[in-house]
C-alpha cells in the first residue's frame, strides 16, 4: 500500500471522535485475529493431514540431524 495512501486513512481516522476512533482500533484487531486464527487452523490441517499419510517423522534433535 502506498504511503500517501496510508497517511490519508491515518489523518481521516484522526479526525474521528476518539470512541469511533477506538472501535476502528478493535475492529482492525479482531479482524487480524480472525486471520491470523484462520491460518493457524489451516497449517494445523496441513500437519494433521501429513501425519494421517505418514509424512512426518519422530526422534531426537540428534536423529534429525543425522538424517539431514
Known sequence: MQESIINDILQN????PLDEQDFIVQTINKRI???R??????????AENNY????????????LMKKI
Open 13 to 16: 481516522v484522526s479526525s474521528l
Open 33 to 35: 485475529h480472525e486471520v
Open 37 to 46: 486464527r484462520n491460518e493457524i487452523a489451516e497449517r494445523s490441517k496441513e
Open 52 to 63: 494421517n499419510t505418514g509424512n512426518v517423522t519422530s526422534g531426537t534433535v540428534s536423529d
